[in-house]
């Protein structure tokens, strides 16, 4: 059966670069479903280029929640860390995050 309201979270596979390994690591990432308002409003923002590495990272501790299989319990400080050691992680996880709120298909 189809339910009008969505899953608080949803989960999604962020590629995320480390640094001398030729592959990224595939973090399963817990994400913070959000309405078509808000997703609207991180997409403009985008569109506009207001979003600076700042901003993304902003936007990246709004929409994460949770994770498995890292080293680390997830925390806001975790992952304020882990966005600061590996930078490409923030602008990975918006993009997951919107590819999958926006493009989400079920299977067929």
């Not at 990246?60 to 860390?81: C, I, M, N, R, Y």
């Not at 923030?90 to 995050?97: F, R």
């Amino acid at each position: 059966m189809f339910k009008i309201q969505p899953s608080p979270t949803f989960w999604g596979k962020v590629p995320v670069g480390i640094p001398g390994v030729a592959k990224p690591a595939m973090l399963d990432i817990e994400f913070q479903h959000k309405k078509r308002e808000e997703i609207q409003a991180i997409c403009l923002r985008m569109k506009d280029n207001e979003i600076s590495p700042q901003n993304i990272k902003t936007t990246a501790k709004e929409v994460v929640v949770g994770w498995k299989e890292v080293d680390e319990e997830f925390s806001q400080d975790a992952l304020e860390l882990l966005l600061e050691n590996f930078p490409s992680a923030a602008s990975a996880m918006v993009e997951t995050y919107l590819k999958e709120s926006i493009e989400a298909k079920g299977k067929i």
